[in-house]
């Protein structure tokens, strides 16, 4: 899988303690440039995903609103889980489990689906007790941002687009939104983090995470 073969890649470069409980840190900066995520592309972690961060809900209360586990499975990396979702696809309607990946990560739950997304309800109702940002991307290149606070969805927009004016969040300032040559995903990655002030490294992101099959849409 991509993902590993890049973490096999930044395990030969020299490290140091500090360096690599650096690199685990989910502390966030409210300036993240896309150059944090310089990692990801149009196929890495996988070509239609999203990756959502939830700040005021605690796991259980995450996996609840996101409809609830059908079954869970070994903890696993990100290319596993999508392997899983391979694996059991019915290829006569080319549908498959709903595969999500959650796990505390600092002062945040963060969400990996693979070819999966959450409502905006569901969004909405994440939101409740603080933030949450998610970011979702397909292989037809669609990238969409959207953001919820306070028990409601209060920005959504097409990341490789500039964004609409009114209505604007200040942590969009700086961000190369619509620009040519953009990392569509990185941008993406980085509008997160600034919500959330919590950062996703690619050594925490390729690790074994808890990972489960949903019962329903959420």
């Not at 360096?19 to 685990?24: C, K, P």
């Not at 990100?78 to 696809?89: I, K, M, Q, T, V």
């Not at 919500?195 to 690790?207: A, C, D, Q, V």
Request: aromatic share 10%; with cysteine; proline share 8%.
């Amino acid at each position: 899988m991509v993902v590993a073969a890049l973490l096999v890649a930044q395990s030969t470069a020299p490290s140091t303690a500090a360096g690599s409980a650096s690199a685990l840190s989910a502390e966030g900066d409210p300036e993240a440039m896309p150059s944090a995520y310089g990692w990801l592309d149009d196929h890495t972690p996988t070509d239609t995903y999203s990756i959502t961060v939830v700040r005021g809900r605690g796991p259980k209360a995450v996996l609840r609103i996101l409809g609830g586990v059908k079954k869970e499975l070994p903890p696993q990396d990100p290319g596993e889980a999508e392997g899983y979702l391979f694996d059991h696809l019915d290829m006569s309607t080319y549908t498959g489990p709903r595969v999500a990946q959650v796990q505390r990560h600092g002062k945040a739950v963060v969400v990996y689906q693979p070819y999966d997304f959450p409502t905006d309800a569901a969004l909405a109702r994440l939101s409740r007790k603080g933030v949450v940002a998610c970011f979702f991307t397909t292989v037809e290149l669609d990238t969409y941002a959207t953001v919820a606070r306070g028990g409601e969805v209060i920005r959504q927009f097409d990341v490789g687009s500039r964004p609409p004016a009114e209505g604007a969040l200040p942590q969009e300032e700086g961000l190369d939104f619509g620009k040519p040559h953009q990392n569509l995903w990185a941008t993406g990655w980085a509008f997160n983090e600034r919500l959330t002030l919590t950062h996703i490294s690619l050594k925490w992101f390729g690790r074994d995470h808890p990972t489960y099959v949903l019962r329903k849409p959420g």
